[in-house]
Structures are given as C-alpha cells and as structure tokens.
C-alpha cells in the first residue's frame, strides 16, 4: 500500500482537475470551486483510496467515489456553515461570507448531486451497494447535524445522545468512505461492514480528540484558538460529560458559562474541567473507541501490512496529542 | 391507462403511507410531513406512473421512483422558498416561515437524498439508467434556479437565455418525470427520449403560461393573485419579450416598474403589454411548444390510446385558459 502522503497527492491531483462550466454558469460553480480549494486532510477520500487498495482495488477504480465522498463532506459544510453562522473555515472566509447565503445554498445542493454522480461512477455490480451506503450514511449525518442543533438549546444532554451524534455526525462518514472503498476493492461483504466499524468508531475517536483538544491543545499545532468551543458554549464531549457528573461542581459549570466569553469563562471552565478529571475521562474514551475501532480492523481478513497502514492512519488522525 | 385522476390518487395514498422516523428526530421530519402534506397537482409524480404504464410497467414497479420526484420537486421548494425570501406556498407558510431557515435547509437536503433512494427503487437493469437521468435532471434544476436568481438584477435578459431557464427548470424536471416511467415500463431507448422531450416541452409551455396567467389570468381559477408577478418585478416571459421589442414601448415599460407596487403598476405595465401584443404573443409561444411537444410524442412507437392520454394530460396542464 501506499503512504498517507501518496494518496493524499492523489486526491489533491484529481480535484484540481475537475472542470466546472463557466460563461454565465460562473455563479453556480465558483463557490464550488472556492470549497474545494480549500484543501484540509482529505482524510475521507484517502480513506476511500486505502479501503479499496487494501482488498486489491485499483486507484483509477476508487478515485471518483473518492471524489464523490469529499464533495459531500464539503456539501456538509457549505451548509452547515449557514445554520451555525460561522463566518472562518480553513483560515478563509465561508462560502456564504465570500458569496452569499443563496450561494451557499443551491450550490451545496449542487454539490450533493455531484457527489452522488461521483459515487455512482463503480462497475454495475458495486452500483446499488455503493449507492445504498451512500444515501444511508448522508441521512445519518443529517439526523447528527439536526441533533447537535437541538443540543444547542437543550438543557441536560445524555452522554448517550451525544455519542450518537458524533457517531451520525462523524463516524458514519468515515465509515462509510472505507466500506465504499472495501466495497469497490472487492471486499466479503463481512470485511466491508467490518471496515465501516473501524472507520465509524476511528470517527468518533478523532471527535472526542477534536473536543479534548479545545481545552487541553496546543494553539500553534492545534491550528484553531484554544476556549473557543467555551467560548461559544458548544455542547462537547467535556461539557455533557462533566454535566453528566451531576453535583455542586456540576452547577459551577453551568455558572461558569454565564461568565462573558473571554479568557475569564475560558480559565473558570477549565479549572471545573480539571477539577472532574475531565483530561483523564476524555483520553479514557479516546483509547475506548480506538480499541473499538483496533479491535474491528483486526477481525478482517486483511493482511498485517493492510491493518498497518490502517493503524498508522487511525493514529495519525486521532494521536494528535496536542 | 387510467384516468388522470386515479393516477394522483394513488399517489396521494402513497405519500401519506409514508412513515418516518419520529421521537427526538421529529424536528428534521415534521418539515418533510408538513411540505408533502401540502397536496398541489402532483404532475410529476403522475407522469412517472403514465410513463411506466403506457409502456406497459406496472404500478408497484413505478411507484417508488414516482415517490422519489415528487420528494426531489418539494426539496426544490424548501429551498427555493428560502432563496427568493417567499413567504407562503399552496395557501400556506412556507417550510422557514413554519419552522426555521435551518429547518428549510437541512430537512431540504435530507429530502433530495430520500429522493435518491426512492428513485433507486428500481429493477438493477434499470437502476443507472434512472439513476443518471435523475442526477443529470438535478443538475439542470439547479443551474435554472441559479440562471432565475441572476436574472433578478441583469439589466438585458436575452429571450434565449429566459427559454434556457425555464427549460432547465421546469422543463427538465417533467421530462424525466415521464423518461424515468418509461424506463421503467420497458420503452427503447429512442421512445424514452421522445418522451422526455415531450416532457420538456410541455413544462416549458406550462412556464410560459403560467406567466401569461398572472396577467392575463383570472384570480379565482388561477388561485394566484393576478400581477403578482408585475409587483414582484419578476422577470416573466412577457417582461422579457416585451423588452425584447425594443423602442419607446419597451423604455416606457422600464419606467413602469419605476410605479410603487401596487393596482397602478400593474395597470399601466398591463396596458403596455396589450400595446406589444404580449396576450398574443404569449400564446403564440404556447402553442409553439404544446406543438414540439405533440409532435415527440407522435414519433413515439405507443399506441394511439396511451397518446390520447397524454395529449390530454398536457392540454389540461397547458390548457387553463383563465
């Protein structure tokens, strides 16, 4: 198999290379090319690329569902940057900052049915397995995203709940990349489900991780402003878990987030954080959903060199420590 | 083949049989429930059924697609509703008037994808086929819509370019409505271009009309108040060719939309279309292309019967004089 870096290069290549219509259809399209120029990890499609490899797939036979997979996962965004009212992805301005939100709006739907053309691109055998992983995991993310806006004004999450989100949100993307990949490398219909685990619970891994590192991150390698998920009173895993512990440390918390957003709410709710042992709850569910994740990837009939790449992949993307 | 009628009774039976997911996920099916429960004509769903059983399919075979285009026009709604800021819809508030902008978007999306996967819900050896003609139809919606936007603040719209986009986003959308069932129904190749043609053509004829309607119309069977569309400073097919003509009428018509909205715009704007013969033209282009769409469907290998119906189902489409 390939390094991370190769497929990586792989993908980058093929997207820059889709031609989009101009003259006067300029405006449907620029503000597709804009989002996927953004670059990122492409961590999805490289997902597609190994998944198929790693059963004996060949790149040109992965590379459009690939495609398929990171135009939805930026369709995701288009919108979803319009519902959150986030104004920076990436460093740049969003879609509907640079363009506006009707912008943002139609061609992320573009963007979705490309996507499925995209996806749709394997031999006709794959055609409806392919198509029905697909549109089943684009609902789940729906259902995530509506969840975590309901979240916003709910007042006592579960754990539970908010595990299912992340795993509609997150984990069923990732999953469902390398089980599409498995799918079109010719993989046993038992290798490729358990392939969608490994990606499902690497998924939500990496979204603890992501939550964990708000707090206890490093700015300069974190690439985003430590706080600013308590800043923006963010439902994560730290604040439903450190809810979920009820009590007086509890109900300071709550207080906490009345504090105006700034480094005075930041160093309270962290000090509340640490004080419930948060760090340590964090990494525990961390390592909880890796070993899922571990334990799912070794259950397939791949060779040891395969469950490598794919181990090392996983750590890459959920071991950044800070 | 079956009445008109029976066709959008069993689709109206279909679609409220429909059972989704309810719980802590009916804030992202409430607006779905809410759009489909809204009734309107059901044309497209209608001409996917007469597709498939001029060509001799049968119902059970064709419903679900006929579910699936049904599903793809109300997610065109939500969001177009958001897009042009529209408030009320067959009689009621609009999806983000209802619930909320992010309610129109999401449930949106997850509608365009329920689409898919009702449109999938074919034999295997038609499964690409329905499912290219479908994707390629969404692309075609969503450039209309976008040409629709853009023509909003364009100074000179080419007759051309308003056909395209009516074409594209009417049109396109009843023709493979009708491709789609015959596909299904076992037409050759040949027979199901013809009909997506005779599709086409005669939404296009319906836009056309539609726009005649809203000056030439009357309120009480039109069910649409008359010059909403002059109030609005919509750019209509009788705004576009009237400019088109060019001269003192055309500079005066411009000044015209200058009028406060309200009964003496759309008097003088009225007044000034009579004087370009738009009554006359308008309908001119109707038949144009009520006669396009004829003379496709008289290529096709069906028998005179089927023909006979859909000539019907068109002239009742197209037909609604006042």
């Known amino acids: 198999m390939k390094t991370i870096a190769e497929y990586t290069s792989l993908i980058e290549t093929s997207i820059q290379s889709i031609q989009f219509p101009s003259g006067k259809l300029e405006s449907l399209y620029a503000p597709i090319k804009y989002a996927l120029s953004a670059g990122g990890k492409r961590i999805r499609p490289v997902l597609v690329l190994m998944g198929s490899e790693a059963f004996g797939g060949k790149d040109e036979a992965a590379i459009k569902p690939a495609i398929g997979i990171e135009m939805f996962h930026n369709f995701t965004l288009l919108h979803d940057d319009v519902m959150d009212n986030s104004d920076v992805r990436r460093g740049r301005p969003t879609v509907h900052k640079k363009f506006d939100i009707n912008s943002a709006i139609l061609s992320g739907d573009t963007m979705l049915t490309l996507a499925t053309q995209y996806i749709s691109e394997v031999d006709n055998e794959n055609l409806r397995l ?37 795993e509609d949100k997150t984990g069923a993307l990732l999953g469902a990349a390398v089980k599409i990949g498995a799918i079109i490398g010719g993989a046993s219909e038992k290798d490729a489900d358990l392939m969608y685990e490994f990606g499902k619970m690497t998924g ?24 600013g998920d308590i800043n923006n009173a963010k439902k994560t895993y730290l604040y439903v878990a450190a809810l979920a512990e009820g009590g007086q440390t509890a109900e300071a918390l709550k207080a906490a987030f009345e504090i105006p957003a700034g480094e005075m709410r930041v160093k309270t709710v962290t000090r509340l954080y640490d004080k419930l042992g948060m760090n340590e709850k964090c990494s525990k569910a961390v390592g909880h959903f890796s070993s899922k994740a571990l334990k799912a990837l070794n259950a397939t009939s791949l060779p040891e060199e395969a469950k490598e790449t794919f181990r090392h992949f996983a750590e890459k993307l959920i071991g950044r420590k800070k």
Do not use: C, H, S
């Open 204 to 227: 939500i891994a990496f979204q603890i991780q992501d939550d964990w590192l708000d707090t206890y991150g490093d700015a300069t390698t974190f690439g985003k402003n430590i706080g």
């Open 130 to 166: 392919v198509l029905e992983t697909f549109n089943q995991m684009a609902i789940k993310v729906y259902e995530g995203q509506r969840l975590d806006m309901d979240f916003e004004t709910a007042l006592n999450i579960k754990l539970d709940d908010y595990l299912e989100m992340i």
